[in-house]
């Protein structure tokens, strides 16, 4: 018996021993390092998390049109000049970068005001191309896309389809709805510059054809009218989700930006505007419009392109509350138009007349075969101080009830028949109305290009403007003609 307890203990105590210079082990692995060591432990950690950051920012934009790396060198343009490369964005990019933007401000006024990303990627597809278009003595183009930029942007992505062999423009634009085929179809966009390829020959910045070619390409965009159980189920995924309209667009099988409108018609408020609703919009627009305004002497003053151009409508709605981007949008154009006219009937009677023979006078005259070439701030001047959108819904209204078949018909054609069947009889109303001479034709008064900022908003609390006439107030036809693009 005790022979057997010393064994026990012997055991214990060998036990106990081993656990101890375990023990010892550890603590002397535990010694502090050399600092040269604890250095470069440092850099590979910062090294590693480096990358996994890179890779999982690579990963959140694959399918956006940030897919290519910042040091990613510049293609040959087919300008001549010599080529942008990696090294002067890159490496020295904090050098290169103020000769850029000056010459870039050339073509896009503000541009110093972009991302430094989304500089790189200006210089990157933009500029080349921008330089191509001045010696050409071809101008950058804005708003609405004509039917030539169109079919040059879809035969461009056909081209590409064809070079890569991928069998859908959706894939070039969605490559996430396809995650079998995603790193190919990135791959190929990659290796073959499918960004400079797009934009080919359109004098537009890169980025906004990109934009027009996910609309253009998204199959979710034609799936007809929203049914009654759409908009129940709309109004419940945004519920779910909030408005996060690309997770909406994947569970619904429509575009994003159609659920966007579709929601906002359904959240808005209809009928007329009472007065709360008016004052809560005067005010939006006047906070926004405020910082563009110039001092002149103990007064502000404003230019009238900015009261109604590039104003941010969905943030005015959001402060609105009560009515969508559209309606806050329409409602605007209407008050002011009163606002810049003092309330005076600039299409009435025989100025009605006079107005519309000069239109059609300045639209032939224009010699333009699409839409999107009209400039309509210049055509103001046939109607007096009024906004673009003023003449667009007038224009409009001429087109839809003195035009058979305007539906059917090109955009020249439309202004060949307002100008050889509509403007005589015009003309001949017109002398009746007068009983004069056709000489003595009313003249336009001359537009105002600054106005007293107080003339447009005045005091806060007055904020109800004039009320409108059964003409001036057609929100179908604005809606029409002002959501065009």
Sequence with gaps: MPEVCDVEQSERKKKKKAKKQQGEQKEGAAVPAEPEQEEEEAGKKREKKKKKKEKRHSDQEADVPEEYSWTAPLEESDTGEQPLNAEGLGIHWDAEKEKFIQELKEFIPNVEQRTPRALYKMVKYDLPRFRAFKREGRALRR????????????????????????DSG???FYPSRYPEEKSHIVKMKNQYKFHSRMAAGICRPWHDIYTRGRKIFDEYNHKGRFTEEDDNKLRKLQQLHGNNWMKISELTGRSSHSLELRFSQLAANKGAWTEEELARLTHAVRCYTLWLAEPAGDSLTIRRERLYSKLPWTEVASQVQTRNWSQCRIKWMAILKQKMTAGAQVYRGRKSLEAKIRLIKALHAMNVEDAAEVNWEDLTQAIGDVPPSYVQSKFYKLKVTQVPLWQTMSFGDVIDFLYDKVLPKLEQRLQVCRGHSRDEEGAVSTQQEIFLFSDIFGDESEMNPETESEEEAGSGVRKVCWGQD
């Design 170 to 172: 959706t894939k070039l």
């Design 143 to 166: 708003g609405r896309y004509s039917s030539e930029e169109n079919r040059r942007l879809v035969q461009n992505v056909k081209d590409f389809l064809a070079l890569t062999g991928i």
